[in-house]
């Protein structure tokens, strides 16, 4: 229509010059490499009388290249038509028309408050979107949720996953990197970062701030269990754990002499107080035999234990060996 527009202005070679995708509004690379094009179109062939658009925003959205454009036209003696509203630049002796003119300003400027207005109802009406849980776009879809019918929703395999994650990392046994290879033992495949980055993630109790907009979820955890994981990774922060040996009479074997608590020198439990005078007593008692007898007491002191589970015990050790049965499968 554009095209047989121009040929009824008496124009019969016609250059289009088009991109798709380009933004006038956002005034993106696209349209910016538009811009440039349709100047250097003009001033490499000097045979161009005129250009001609469907309407003026489709030429800019912003006033100072929509003056520019003006300037330019005049400039160069090209006679600029608009079809929508109807406004020719220049008189038929190349005069510049004074009431075009002044239009073409009104309209700028017109132009430029109607897409100021148009952004803000953008944002009202994302903003709105958020508050109701539907998917504005521009971000990746968290790791357990899915969006259906333009809403978030959980994505039930997933978020069973992220309570997982969450109430195992809260019990403070877990790093990241632990309780990665702890679900990779499960058969899930996850990695130590996306592990904490969903632990970062406060979208799972119900909301999050992305680019100002407050998205509302379907909360998968409370804010509780996400608080306590929260605290368990700051003090991770602060007492990074490094690996230690399994020391089974730490704390419980004393010295018979001062009742001091002694500790091991890799190989023997001696009295922590005999090193700094304290204690005459210079006894050392091999780490592997106490060890191997603290175990033993205490493996038939666990079985009398497990013999007198209460309803809530099995309950707990039915999802333990749950858990060790998903493990040998995968």
Request: charged share 30%; with cysteine; net charge positive.
């Amino acid at each position: 229509e554009l095209i047989s527009f121009a040929k009824a202005q008496g124009y019969d070679e016609i250059i289009p010059i088009e991109a798709v995708g380009a933004s006038a509004i956002k005034m993106d690379d696209k349209y910016m490499e538009l811009v440039k094009k349709v100047k250097d179109t003009i001033l490499s062939d000097r045979d161009i009388k005129a250009a001609c658009v469907w309407e003026l925003s489709r030429l800019g959205r912003n006033e100072v290249i929509l003056m520019e454009f003006k300037e330019f036209f005049i400039k160069n003696n090209i006679q600029f038509i608009c079809k929508n509203p109807y406004m020719k630049l220049l008189e038929d002796d190349g005069r510049v028309n004074a009431g075009m003119e002044l239009a073409f300003s009104l309209f700028s400027t017109m132009s430029k408050q109607e897409m100021q207005e148009k952004k803000e109802r953008f944002k009202r009406a994302k903003k709105s979107m958020a508050s109701k849980g539907q998917y504005i776009g521009g971000h990746t879809i968290k790791y357990g949720y899915k969006v259906e019918d333009g809403f978030f929703v959980e994505n039930s395999k997933e978020a069973d996953v992220v309570r997982s994650i969450f109430q195992l990392y809260s019990t403070g046994e877990y790093s990241t990197y632990t309780l990665a290879r702890e679900l990779r033992e499960r058969g899930i495949g996850l990695s130590d970062r996306q592990v904490a980055r969903i632990l970062k993630s406060e979208a799972y109790t119900g909301k999050e701030v992305v680019n100002k907009y407050t998205i509302h979820y379907p909360p998968i955890i409370s804010q509780e269990l996400f608080d306590k994981a929260l605290e368990v990774r700051d003090k991770n922060r602060i007492d990074m754990k490094r690996g230690k040996r399994l020391l089974l009479g730490a704390k419980l074997v004393r010295c018979p002499k001062c009742g001091a608590v002694c500790t091991s020198n890799s190989r023997h439990y001696v009295c922590c107080r005999s090193n700094k005078g304290g204690c005459e007593n210079r006894f050392a008692l091999r780490q592997s035999v106490a060890d191997n007898l603290l175990w033993r007491v205490a493996s038939i002191i666990h079985v009398e234990y497990l013999t007198n589970l209460t309803a809530d015990k099995e309950e707990e050790y039915r999802k333990d060996m749950a858990v060790l049965d998903q493990k040998i499968d995968v």
